[in-house]
């Protein structure tokens, strides 16, 4: 078991999952028995999974990144779903319904991860109320993020979705700083983000910084002008994601 194979690992465990959406307010009794069902794993960056492949397991992010992405297998095109980083967790939608989804999962960094059995996972929702109380927002926040990335899609040019996706991850008393989460990702992934191609977001982000509205350098995204993406963007209120 992996609280007692990796005693001093599962304290800085027990310290990530007690701030993490997920397991947020739950008691040591409760994580304790919880984490015993849990066994470690590692993705090497770049690595790519299919839904059916993880559909058996669920899985808690304890560093690294994580996209989440549907594909196209005729055309190539990507389309990025989530980007999950520590403390979330995968597939919950599988986990739900019991069926694969027809996703790919990629590590964006090295990954370092819990895993449980699915059915493992669904005793928790059905014998844990304290559990519920954090899954069932965390549920919702990822609907409302599908919610939010239909609705770019379908009704904002690329400019004002390429706004939008880079104000969720700027930080609110430091919006000169590098970019929360995506602070490092080629044009090509931002591109899968929001349903376009590298090229555009390569031109539109050129375009801003002639402008003076945004700085790249060393491969980071810094804004200079926030108002003017606030703009940009229709105004639209910059959440960033949990920390």
């Not at 040591?28 to 058996?56: I, P």
């Not at 996703?103 to 929702?125: K, N, V």
């Not at 109380?133 to 549920?139: A, D, E, K, Q, V």
């Not at 996706?165 to 931002?190: K, W």
């Amino acid at each position: 078991m992996l609280a007692d194979a990796h005693s001093r690992g599962v304290v800085d465990v027990k310290a990530l999952l007690h701030h993490s959406p997920l397991f947020e307010g739950l008691d040591d009794a409760v994580l304790d028995e919880m984490l015993s069902h849990f066994r470690r794993e590692t993705w090497k960056q770049g690595r790519q999974v299919t839904g059916q492949e993880s559909g058996q397991r669920f899985h808690i992010i304890l560093s690294g990144r994580l996209k989440m992405a549907q594909i196209n297998p005729e055309t190539g095109r990507m389309v990025t779903l989530f980007l999950l980083q520590p403390g979330d967790g995968f597939d919950v939608i599988s986990l739900l319904d019991g069926q694969p989804d027809p996703l790919i999962f990629e590590a964006r960094d090295d990954l370092l991860m819990l895993s449980t059995p699915m059915q493992e996972a669904r005793r928790w929702i059905e014998q844990h109320p304290a559990f519920n109380r954090s899954f069932l927002p965390y549920l919702g926040k990822q609907m409302r993020t599908l919610a939010n990335l239909a609705g770019d899609l379908a009704l904002h040019d690329t400019e004002t979705r390429l706004a939008r996706l880079i104000l969720r991850h700027v930080h609110h008393e430091q919006p000169d700083q590098p970019l929360r989460l995506i602070h490092n990702l080629s044009h090509e992934s931002l591109a899968e983000m929001i349903g376009s191609v590298r090229v555009v977001v390569n031109r539109q982000l050129q375009h801003w910084q002639r402008d003076g509205v945004v700085v790249t350098r060393r491969g980071e995204l810094i804004i200079k002008e926030l108002e003017a993406l606030l703009k940009k963007a229709m105004h639209f209120p910059h959440h960033t994601p949990h920390a």
